[in-house]
């Protein structure tokens, strides 16, 4: 564990200096749509799963915008209570502000109103990965918990391309992704996408 924290500290240094030296203009431009290459792994219809970045993480919410077009129903996680297990719920227009609140975690969720819905796709944050699909999150286990809870969705980490890292310090529980997209790149699918 020792090592994973300091592993998440050193990432996350080096996510926010990256952001930092982002100009604006830049930064807007960057995972403003996915590559046709990501986008013909999602089956028509799919619903997708996405998060409310915040302003280090790598933007999802162009990806958002682009599905929502296509006609893909949204969701975000949600969580009740801090000790709750997470959960998505739908993000009906990511267009509209007024369709999130702020949730126990400070981060912008979908109104408690709002239907729960369970990605087919989904797009996850993290603060490391490497070349084989491994995924090093924020260190609470939500997504970790819920991958393992949904095994058939189909995972796909969006990164900066300073996150990568040679190997990680995985654990059993710890599931790999099925692709990471980085603004120059996208690395898999892997073999379980390829045999899908």
């Not at 996510?15 to 986008?39: M, S």
């Not at 000790?83 to 719920?89: G, K, L, Q």
């Amino acid at each position: 564990m020792e090592v994973k924290a300091a592993l998440r500290a050193r990432l996350r240094a080096a996510r926010r200096a990256h952001v930092a030296g982002l100009p604006d203009a830049v930064r807007g431009l960057l995972l403003h749509r996915p590559p046709r290459a990501v986008a013909a792994l999602v089956p028509a219809g799919a619903t997708i799963g996405l998060y409310a970045e915040t302003s280090e993480e790598a933007p999802a919410t162009g990806y958002a915008r682009w599905f929502f077009d296509e006609g893909h129903p949204l969701s975000l996680p949600w969580f009740d209570a801090r000790d709750a297990a997470m959960e998505f719920r739908e993000w009906a227009n990511p267009f509209l502000e007024s369709e999130l609140e702020t949730g126990p975690w400070g981060m912008r969720q979908p109104l408690a109103t709002a239907r729960s819905l369970t990605p087919d796709v989904a797009f996850v944050p993290l603060v490391g990965f490497d070349a084989n699909g491994g995924r090093l999150g924020m260190g609470a286990g939500h997504y970790d918990r819920w991958l393992e809870a949904n095994p058939d969705v189909l995972a796909i980490g969006l990164a900066w391309d300073c996150q990568e890292v040679p190997g990680l310090p995985l654990e059993p529980h710890d599931r790999p992704l099925d692709a990471i997209v980085t603004p120059t790149r996208l690395i898999g699918p892997f073999e379980r996408v390829a045999a899908a």
